[in-house]
């Protein structure tokens, strides 16, 4: 089974920025499209970011576009997502997941999903 792991959460004042990490272990995260979402208290799960594998392109939630960058590094088997000029409202755990589409749009399912990351937003 594909296992994915998340680091880099955390508490951080408004305005401040954190790095997530996205990695997985005896498997080759540029063979699949991954996807980063949220999930805040009493809210349901939503869609932050997504990169296609191949491709590349990126997609983002226009709740954070222009403040969070996804990226990977093949060398390192690692997906990123940049968080700058943080909000309270970003608030939330946050999970990546991957699925086997060559595009981030579409209906496949993200099949595979990290244990997921706190970040918390406070002053």
């Known amino acids: 089974q594909l296992q994915l792991v998340e680091s880099g959460g955390g508490l951080v004042q408004p305005g401040g920025s954190l790095r997530l990490s996205c990695s997985a272990s005896?498997?080759?995260?540029?063979?699949?499209?991954i996807g980063w979402f949220r999930q805040a208290v009493g809210k349901e799960r939503e869609g932050v970011s997504c990169?296609?594998?191949?491709?590349?392109?990126?997609t983002y939630a226009d709740s954070v576009r222009g403040r969070f960058t996804i990226s990977r590094d093949n060398t390192k088997n690692t997906v990123y997502l940049q968080m700058n000029s943080l909000k309270p409202e970003d608030t939330a755990f946050y999970y990546c997941?991957?699925?086997?589409?060559?595009?981030?749009?579409?209906?496949?399912?993200?099949?595979?999903w990290g244990q997921g990351t706190q970040v918390t937003v406070s002053s």
């Open positions: 997941a991957a699925r086997a589409s060559d595009t981030c749009s579409g209906t496949t399912a993200y099949a595979y």
């Open positions: 005896e498997f080759t995260l540029a063979y699949w499209t």
């Open positions: 990169i296609a594998r191949r491709s590349g392109s990126t």
